[in-house]
């Protein structure tokens, strides 16, 4: 059983630009969250995809958006890149068929807004 | 709102002495409540979990946690630190499956030889 994978594992990006991270997620999950966490903190909820819809948002602006494709797997797109962007950005995956919403999370992407 | 307060930014204790770090959560239903923790330059790995079923949980590497719904808390414990056990750990509240989880600020704990 595959985890859950992320890419690329770090990236540095200038205020302004844009980034696209992505998340594999485990095998038989339907279900993927992504979560920034600063430097210091606890993660913070971004958004949900459940079968390729936003199922959920948290409280960051629409330059945050993403993507769910068929095979389940994600993009987090970030435009207009923010020093207070950089972060590590973790996604995690779950199924419908985990009634305690375990969550398994990747490794992360660290972003790096200069 | 769900929200999550951990106690305590920073633990030390010595190898061989009971780790407790506190959590406390806030919750307008039952809630699923979890402990994660995160060693540097990794992603969030599950300790344990709560799900309204037992209230005393035991999770990987000998940690246990205990649901207290009088006091709103779920500390996580361990009766003899190992070095291995120094990293970053979360304490999660969620109020289901589909929801979102709610994280604490993290306590680092720090095993002193």
């Known amino acids: 059983e595959t985890g859950v994978t992320q890419s690329p594992t770090h990236l540095i990006k200038t205020r302004g630009q844009q980034v696209t991270l992505r998340c594999s997620s485990q095998?038989?999950?339907?279900?993927v969250s992504w979560y920034q966490q600063a430097l210091g903190q606890g993660p913070q909820f971004i958004f949900q995809?459940?079968?390729?819809?936003?199922?959920g948002r948290g409280n960051f602006p629409p330059r945050f958006s993403g993507l769910q494709f068929p095979n389940y797997s994600s993009e987090l797109n970030v435009n207009a890149l923010e020093l207070d962007d950089s972060a590590l950005y973790l996604c995690?995956?779950?199924?419908?068929?985990?009634?305690?919403?375990?969550?398994?999370f990747g490794p992360g992407t660290r972003l790096t807004v200069l | 709102a769900q929200s999550v307060t951990q106690l305590g930014s920073h633990v030390s204790v010595s190898e061989g002495a009971l780790v407790l770090l506190r959590c406390n959560y806030s919750?307008?239903?039952?809630?699923?409540l979890f402990w994660y923790v995160q060693y540097p330059n990794q992603g969030l790995q599950l300790l344990l979990k709560?799900?309204?079923?037992?209230?005393l949980v035991k999770g990987i590497n000998g940690f246990e946690a205990e649901f207290k719904k009088s006091e709103t808390s779920f500390h996580l414990t361990k009766p003899s630190a190992h070095m291995s056990d120094a990293a970053e750990y979360f304490c999660?509240?969620?109020?289901?499956?589909?929801?979102?989880?709610?994280f604490g600020a993290g306590t680092i704990l720090r095993v002193k030889s």
């Open positions: 995690a995956s779950s199924s419908e068929t985990s009634p305690s919403n375990e969550q398994f």
């Open positions: 709560y799900t309204s079923a037992a209230t």
């Open positions: 919750s307008s239903v039952p809630p699923y």
């Open positions: 095998s038989g999950h339907n279900t």
């Open positions: 995809y459940y079968r390729e819809e936003e199922n």
């Open positions: 999660a509240v969620s109020e289901g499956y589909g929801n979102k989880l709610v």
